[in-house]
Structure formats: C-alpha cells, structure tokens
C-alpha cells in the first residue's frame, strides 16, 4: 500500500531550536517525495522536493531508502517558521500526490 | 501571473444536494487536479484532468465528477451529497508528469463545503 505517515500531529520549539518534522513512507517503488508549507492565511504551497537535494527556507530533507524516511530538518527555527507542514509522496504517472496528515510546527519566542 | 482560483470560497448544502465547485487554473498550466481535505487530514487526491479528459481517479464514487475547459479551468460536481463531504476542496494545476515537474502543484485556496 502507498502511505505517508506523519507520527506528529503538534511539534512545539523555542526560536533557534532545531527542528525535525518526521515522514515514513511506504511504497514499493522509487519514491519521489516531497514536503509542502501552509502558513496561516496562506494557501499550501511547496517547499522542496528531495529529487532537487536543495535547502529551501534553512529546511533541508533527505531521503532515507533504508528507514522509508524523510524527514525535514532546520538547525535553527525562526518564528515565521510557525506553520502546517505536509509530506507527500508521488508514486508516478499522472500528478497525484500522497499527503501525509501534516504536522503543525508553532515556534515560540 | 495569475495563480489558481477557486469559487466559491465556502457554501452550505444539506444532504442529498448536488453542488459544483469552480477552480480557474495558473497560467500557463494545462492539469488540473483536486483533492478533499476533511478537518485534521491531509489532502486526498480525488481526480485530475488534461486535455479536457480525466486521466486519474482517486478512491471516490462516481457521484464526484468534473470537467475541464478548453481554457483549462475546470469543475468539481459531487451529486447526491452525505455528511461526510463535509470537507475543504482543493484545486491544484500544474504541468503535465511528464514535464519534469511532476509533483509540483499550485493549490488555489480552496472552497470549504459544509454538508448539514
């Protein structure tokens, strides 16, 4: 079965903690997997996708084959980084996309 | 550039109703595809269009329809409405897969329907 799995629906962190929003996926293929950004009042919208393997915003997110993970990551979280944070994967073909069921990063000061 | 756009923003129906939901896709886009997204869950893939066919379907009955325009813009029609349609619909456009920029949507800002 093809499944995005975001184990966290709440990460809380201080401003210049570091972040890790955690994704597992399952599909029997080669994924192509992707992470997209709500902020408030704001339509969804991409972040980064692994096949670009660029640093978008401070986030990076690598792709683990051996875990099924992949995982966004920030050294050091700012306050506008207080979002809805989405992982999906594309298993091909035309543009359907899995989503995760998100997960809502708040960054306090 | 015009992004996606999505009529209307939120509109109430009871059970039984049939409603359509209107998406005008980013310039230059020639995909459209929709999702539901029921309160505290990701986005669900439904169906996509290009070239005025449905080329992909999601776990939906056939009580979700849609049609796209030669313009690319599209519609939504869910007939026969439950409680559980309660949901936020989104639209998203974007290049063919097989672009190269397959997986890279532009979500309109949706049309939250509320079933009583």
């Known amino acids: 079965a093809q499944r995005v799995t975001q184990p966290e629906k709440l990460l809380s962190v201080f401003k210049g903690a570091p972040v890790e929003l955690k994704c597992n996926y399952s599909?029997?293929?080669?994924?192509?997997l992707f992470w997209y950004v709500q902020y408030s009042r704001q339509r969804l919208q991409l972040l980064l996708r692994?096949?670009s393997r660029e640093s978008i915003k401070g986030f990076t997110a690598d792709l683990n084959k051996g875990e099924t993970s992949f995982h966004l990551k920030k050294p050091f979280a700012q306050e506008e980084d207080s979002a809805m944070y989405y992982c999906?994967?594309?298993?091909?073909?035309?543009?359907?996309?899995?989503f995760g069921a998100g997960t809502r990063l708040a960054v306090h000061p | 550039e015009t992004g996606v756009t999505q009529s209307p923003t939120h509109l109430i129906k009871t059970r039984g109703q049939q409603v359509t939901l209107r998406c005008s896709s980013q310039?230059?886009?020639?995909?459209v595809s929709w999702y539901q997204q029921a309160l505290g869950q990701g986005p669900q893939f439904i169906f996509q269009?290009?070239?005025?066919?449905?080329?992909g379907r999601g776990n939906f009955p056939p009580r979700f329809s849609g049609l796209q325009f030669p313009n690319y813009s599209s519609e939504l029609n869910v007939n026969a409405l439950e409680l559980d349609d309660s949901a936020l619909y989104l639209c998203?456009?974007?290049?063919?897969?097989?672009?190269?920029?397959?997986?890279?949507?532009?979500f309109g800002e949706g049309s939250r329907l509320t079933v009583l």
């Open positions: 269009y290009y070239r005025e066919e449905e080329n």
């Open positions: 999906a994967l594309f298993p091909g073909g035309y543009n359907k996309l899995i």
């Open positions: 310039s230059g886009h020639n995909t």
């Open positions: 599909y029997s293929g080669s994924p192509e």
């Open positions: 692994h096949i």
């Open positions: 998203a456009s974007s290049l063919p897969g097989a672009s190269g920029r397959a997986g890279e949507l532009f």
